[in-house]
């Protein structure tokens, strides 16, 4: 299984870019990276996934480097609910079932500030 | 939340007693899974349903168990509750898709339990 490792806390300035970086130097050929986050007291929500090309959606940018050993997840203008801890997490795959499970580590709590 | 309800929001109960989470989802997404959210630990995974009566256990599913009888419930079952089982509990829904990369997995607003 492909861990990941992140920085446990970062700031930001309101309306800047926030860059949340991950590595997962043992990820292998046909795992996903994705993203997600959880703002205090809230379920864990879906921010966006990739495999090995750059992706993007109306939340977010991820930057997934040609060896895909890190990728960058990229908040293009953070506000102050941008404030959560996100989750870098490297798909892996459940024999009895064409699901994946999700292994959630400590993530890193981004903080945006006025 | 994507069409979840978690039931109740939030519970207090003693050791030693049975007590039942539900997860309802109006989705029709196949697969449904109950993580619990500690301090420290992150979300862990404790079982997780692929079908109707078809389940399978996750990463610490000592002390639980879980039914589904039908697409939309999925329930978590404490059969004797112990102090640390004291948790967040999420439940969680995906579809399915062919295509490991298509099963994005949506949240609920989670269980808070307290067992004293």
């Known amino acids: 299984d492909a861990k990941t490792t992140q920085p446990p806390s970062m700031d930001c300035a309101e309306g800047r870019a926030a860059n949340l970086p991950c590595n997962h130097s043992?990820?292998?050929?046909?795992?996903?990276v994705y993203w997600y986050r959880q703002i205090h007291s809230q379920g864990p929500q879906y921010i966006i996934h990739?495999?090995?090309n750059n992706e993007t959606n109306e939340m977010a940018s991820l930057i997934i480097t040609e060896d895909r050993k890190s990728s960058t997840l990229i908040l293009p203008h953070a506000t102050l609910r941008d404030t959560a801890v996100y989750y870098c997490?490297?798909?892996?795959?459940?024999?009895?079932?064409?699901?994946?499970?999700?292994?959630f580590g400590q993530g890193t709590t981004l903080q945006v500030k006025p | 939340d994507a069409g979840i309800t978690q039931s109740p929001r939030h519970k207090v109960t003693e050791t030693g007693t049975p007590v039942t989470l539900r997860c309802h989802q109006t989705?029709?997404?196949?697969?449904m899974y109950w993580y619990r959210q500690d301090p420290g630990h992150g979300l862990r995974l404790i079982h997780y349903?692929?079908?109707?009566?078809?389940?399978d256990k996750g990463e610490v599913s000592d002390g639980y168990s879980v039914s589904r009888s039908k697409t939309e419930d999925f329930l978590l079952t404490l059969e004797s509750a112990t102090s640390s089982q004291t948790s967040v509990y999420f439940c969680?829904?995906?579809?399915?898709?062919?295509?490991?990369?298509?099963?994005?997995?949506?949240f609920g607003a989670g269980t808070r339990l307290s067992v004293l």
């Open positions: 989705e029709n997404h196949r697969y």
């Open positions: 997490i490297v798909r892996v795959s459940l024999l009895s079932s064409n699901t994946g499970k999700l292994i």
């Open positions: 349903s692929y079908g109707v009566k078809d389940t």
């Open positions: 990739g495999l090995k």
């Open positions: 969680a829904i995906s579809e399915d898709r062919r295509g490991l990369a298509k099963n994005i997995q949506y």
């Open positions: 043992t990820i292998s050929g046909n795992e996903y």
